[in-house]
């Protein structure tokens, strides 16, 4: 080839610099396919703003200026991810370093912005980011600086695969929240609701229809039925042993339910029994009796709380409880039905114990 000036060196090295100048001269193909640019700043002369929405066209323009030749250009952008209503899209902002793809070599073919850069201006985020270091090289990071939001048509789910712990959020709009030992939280509109992997624990309020609440605890549980016309609208309090209620403090202008079973009340009036002896250890009369009263119930109550039931009573309870007779409905006074009690009494309206 006359004219030229291609070399090789003695190792057989093409001499790359030899061979542009050699084909150097009009006709050649002078393209970019690819150049650096800089987003521009709103203002500035290359454009009134850094980015357009067209509706029109169903996307949006980035305005940038490639570098070194200061040729402005208007940019599509190219996306993880793009279809009918998707896209996957974080702001730009002017002064912005990016990688831009010249379709053809010609920048009037439509100019793609195919990568994002960081730079001296623009830095990584060296600092800690959701508490781990990303200098590290070991943690898969997402950072913004604006807000982020993650829409889908159907469902987000986010697991881990190590552990098994997931956040559900399905396309009715129920979030499901499951930690790595299974234990599950539910919130949907029909329901609200918490239950261990074992089924054993569960808490869990129906939103609709019989609004039922249910609290579930080993063998103990607590059903409330909010809606009187429910298929089964029985509410109950079930223990695998005793179960006590107790109220704190008395009040003088508002009444007090007070719970007391057989054995306790047995015990109070062994106790009321012994300290009238004590109080008036001669013969009762009405007034012998009033007087030793005032005296020995102060102390039969505490003295009850401390003291063991007699073996005798003991024994005579359980054997009259072995078959307890049938609870029969009776009407409630009309101060009880209205909300109130004129006199103190043992027992609540509704609550059958036993």
Avoid at 12 to 27: I, L, T, V, Y
Avoid at 291 to 314: D, E, K, N, R, W
């Amino acid at each position: 080839m006359a004219g030229t000036r291609a070399q090789f060196s003695g190792a057989g090295n093409f001499d790359g610099a030899s061979m542009r100048e050699a084909w150097k001269g009009p006709g050649m193909d002078t393209r970019s396919w690819l150049s650096y640019g800089i987003v521009d700043v709103p203002g500035e002369e290359q454009g009134t703003t850094a980015v357009e929405f067209d509706e029109d066209d169903g996307q949006l323009y980035v305005n940038v200026t490639l570098k070194p030749t200061d040729a402005p250009v208007r940019c599509r952008v190219g996306m993880m991810s793009a279809g009918s209503g998707e896209a996957v899209y974080f702001p730009f902002c002017g002064g912005e370093e990016v990688l831009v793809a010249l379709p053809e070599g010609n920048p009037s073919a439509g100019c793609v912005i195919i990568s994002r850069l960081n730079n001296f201006y623009d830095g990584f985020p060296f600092d800690s980011v959701g508490g781990a270091d990303p200098k590290k090289n070991a943690t898969a990071l997402i950072r913004t600086r604006t807000p982020l939001t993650i829409e889908s048509g159907a469902s987000v789910q986010v697991r881990s695969a190590a552990a098994g712990a997931l956040l559900l959020l399905d396309a009715k709009g129920g979030v499901t929240l499951r930690d790595g030992s299974a234990n599950v939280l539910k919130l949907a509109a029909d329901v609200f609701g918490y239950q261990n992997k074992a089924g054993d624990i569960v808490l869990q309020l129906e939103l609709a229809g019989d609004h039922r609440f249910t609290m579930q605890n080993g063998q103990a549980a607590i059903v409330l039925c909010g809606a009187a016309d429910a298929q089964n609208p029985q509410s109950l309090i079930q223990t695998p042993s005793t179960l006590a209620i107790g109220t704190n403090g008395l009040s003088i202008t508002t009444a007090a339910e007070h719970v007391l079973t057989t054995e306790a009340l047995f015990n109070i009036l062994s106790n009321l029994l012994a300290q009238i002896a004590v109080a008036s250890p001669g013969p009762l009369t009405g007034a012998t009796l009033a007087a030793a009263y005032l005296v020995a119930a102060p102390a039969a109550i505490p003295l009850a709380t401390l003291s063991p039931q007699l073996p005798a009573i003991g024994a005579a309870l359980a054997a009259a409880f072995l078959n307890p007779a049938p609870v029969t409905t009776k009407t409630l006074p009309a101060s009880v039905a209205l909300g109130y009690q004129a006199q103190p009494s043992i027992g609540c309206a509704g609550l059958l114990s036993g």
